[in-house]
């Protein structure tokens, strides 16, 4: 299984970066782990941000074409623990998808289509995160559930 984040916009802080890259490292121990970051041109960033939120989902419509499952990552998606996570994705394992995508939208949020063809929209909390902290975030859970599918001790 190969999973892809797709991210809106680039990172502006180093350590997002470092973090993300961290656990992309550790994530790779276990499933092909990828980072795919999409921005409008620049023309498109003075838009009303509406308007720059529909051009951002035309992007990520697009985008997920080319996956068998999809999930969205969105404060109003449904929560999971973290070992109900884990399990979650040790379905979509076992289930054969090959291809999965975690989206992540830009700092206005998706459209209402974007939600609608994801498979699972996902909240990593009630609570309200940068589009960029949630990368960080998302990462380290993506790792936390390989450590608890493989019963390793970083889960305490």
């Known amino acids: 299984m ?7 916009g ?3 802080f180093d350590y997002i970066d470092q973090g993300v890259n961290d656990y992309t490292k550790r ?36 985008l997920m ?17 973290s070992e109900a996570f884990a399990r979650k994705l040790n379905e ?15 700092a206005y949020g998706v459209t209402d289509a ?3 063809k994801s498979n699972l929209v996902l909240s990593l909390s009630p609570m309200t995160f940068s589009h960029q902290l949630v990368r960080l975030v998302f990462a380290e859970q993506i790792y936390r559930a390989f450590t608890i599918i493989n019963n390793e001790k970083y889960h305490h």
Request: hydrophobic content about 45%; aromatic content about 12%; proline content about 4%.
């Open 27 to 62: 994530i790779n121990k276990y499933v092909q782990f990828n980072i795919e970051t999409y921005s409008l041109p620049a023309k498109f960033s003075k838009l009303p941000p509406q308007v720059l939120k529909e051009k951002e989902s035309e992007l990520l419509l697009a």
């Open 2 to 8: 190969t999973i892809t984040l797709i991210q809106i």
């Open 114 to 116: 974007v939600k609608q």
């Open 65 to 81: 074409n080319k996956f068998n499952y999809v999930i969205l990552l969105d404060e109003r998606g449904k929560s999971f623990s």
């Open 92 to 106: 979509i394992m076992i289930a054969g998808y090959k291809k999965v995508a975690f989206v992540i939208g830009g």
């Open 10 to 12: 680039k990172t502006f």
